[in-house]
């Protein structure tokens, strides 16, 4: 029965693609940069195209003052309700949020354009596409003939957000903190190619090195902040090696590391830099303390410039992510994704980690089993996400859709 009811499934999915494509095009033409992260009209146009399908998505606006005080500017979370009797309810979450194109693009960003049986785009492949896997999967279950539909039991609740670039704390963090969800299970968008139940979490900071201006003509009238700075890299740069000894017992997953991804400073080039801003990010593998790696970093950033007379330093967080950590009641979700990902790539698909971090940790965070699942790339390397020509292969969203079509049955019936 399980079979046909597949095969029932898959063959919904093929007859609806073209329109999944469509929709997933619709949704990469309205732009989602973050900054500025004026995300509420994308918001409104993916809750027209759901109701064109049926499907009445709740609207649940970030106030104002907690959008601006994340630099952001505005936020309208979406939610779908879908309710076939009593049973576990199974959420669904993607994030709508994504950072600015940047340069290098041979297609229009916000075209949607497919050539070659790719589809490009800004957030074709983190997260947008999810937006497309998980409303076509549960289209798809309600597609189904009515002795396999009536034997759904529980719920299906689409989640689409707008603050995963952030934190998530204002996306699915403001849905779980106010009570306006609480699924039994979480799916979260993440690879077609893997089950992830693990990732590493992610500290941000920044460091303002303050020294005194002066001419450079008269150096010693004035305090270099960008030779304290250089002093802070340096010392930051050695603890990558030291990161190298620590290795993650997660599969998928290796060991911590720093980068320093934005150097500002100095006014000119006649002038003692008289302040320097770095702003750094850590990466933590699951087995790592948050506080003990803040309270490190910070040592190091003050034992670097501790004899450096006229120096003075603000450090501050701005982003304190947490690993995601399996629980154990995420096996019925592992084994489902496991299996018809498996069958419907002709691979061996298993649980794993994977060095990014995500907002799926807040539901885990709750209480709530989560995994990483949808149509998303092999890898981000080879999707170009986050940089210029972003893309999926369509065949990978649509044999994705199916997975998680196939799973949500499982896990209902």
Known sequence: MSADRNAALDAWVDSHFDEEVRFLQELVRVPTDTPPGDNAPHAERTAACLQAFGFDAERHAVPDAAVKAAGLQTITNLVVRRRYGDGPVIGMNAHGDVVPPGEGWTHDPYGGEVVAGRLYGRAAAVSKCDFATYTFATRAIESLPAQ?????????????????????????????????????????????????????????MEVTVHGRMGHAAVPDTGVDALQAATRILNALYHQNTLYRQLRSQVRGITHPYLNVGLIEGGTNTNVIPGKVVLKLDRRMIPEENPAEVEAGLRRVIAEAVADAAGITL????????????????????????????????????????????????????????????????????????????????????????????????????
């Open 148 to 204: 396999h539909k009536a034997a759904l039991k529980g719920g299906v609740e689409l989640y689409f957000t707008y603050d995963e670039e952030f934190g998530g704390e204002l996306g699915p963090g403001w849905l779980l903190g106010h009570g306006i969800v609480k699924p039994d299970l979480a799916i979260a968008a993440g690879f077609s190619y893997q089950v992830v139940t693990g990732h590493n979490g992610c500290l941000q």
């Open 314 to 413: 603000d450090v501050k967080r701005l982003l304190l992510a947490r690993a995601l950590q399996p629980l154990p009641g995420n096996r019925p979700l592992v084994k489902a994704l496991c299996e018809h990902a498996s069958a419907l790539f002709g691979e061996p698909v298993e649980a794993s980690g994977t060095p990014l971090y995500t907002d799926a940790r807040l539901f885990c965070e709750h209480g709530i089993p989560a995994v990483l699942y949808g149509c998303g790339p092999r890898s981000v390397h080879e999707s170009n996400a986050k940089r210029a020509d972003e893309h999926i292969e369509l065949e990978d969203l649509r044999r994705a859709t199916k997975v998680v079509a196939r799973a949500l049955a499982d896990l209902l019936s």
